[in-house]
């Protein structure tokens, strides 16, 4: 992840940034001024001007400490949705531990580092 996170501008982290709906919120934020680093499961390239940090999985247990580092706002897209072949035994219980527990581990995280608002998005699929 590069540093170039300064103090007084607009910098947001975006979860799920490499997804259908990240990957164009990334841009478009960029393209309006935003310093934008795009938060995704592992290694990944995103639009121009986005820093990458990659988080692994997202549960109760997740650090988000170093993706956090100097923003101002959070956009979080990350989810688990549109499982088409489902191979977990307890599919509620995955959903859960990602949709549930890994959104309120990252908005106390958030909160602890300072974040002034977090936008959370889902989608009724």
Avoid at 99 to 124: D, F, M, P, W
């Amino acid at each position: 992840m590069s540093d170039k996170f300064t103090t007084g501008s607009r910098q947001a982290l975006v979860t799920g940034a490499s997804g259908f709906v990240g990957r164009y919120l990334c841009a478009e934020m960029f393209r309006q001024g935003w310093q934008v680093r795009g938060a995704v499961r592992s290694s990944a390239q995103l639009s121009d001007g986005a820093d990458v940090v990659a988080v692994g999985n997202i549960d109760g247990d997740t650090d988000w400490m170093e993706a956090l580092r100097g923003v101002d706002v959070v956009v979080h897209l990350a989810a688990r949705v549109h499982v088409m072949k489902e191979t977990a035994a307890d599919p509620l219980a995955e959903f859960l531990k990602v949709n549930l527990h890994g959104t309120a581990n990252l908005a106390r995280q958030a909160a602890r580092t300072g974040v002034k608002r977090l936008v959370y998005v889902s989608s009724i699929g």
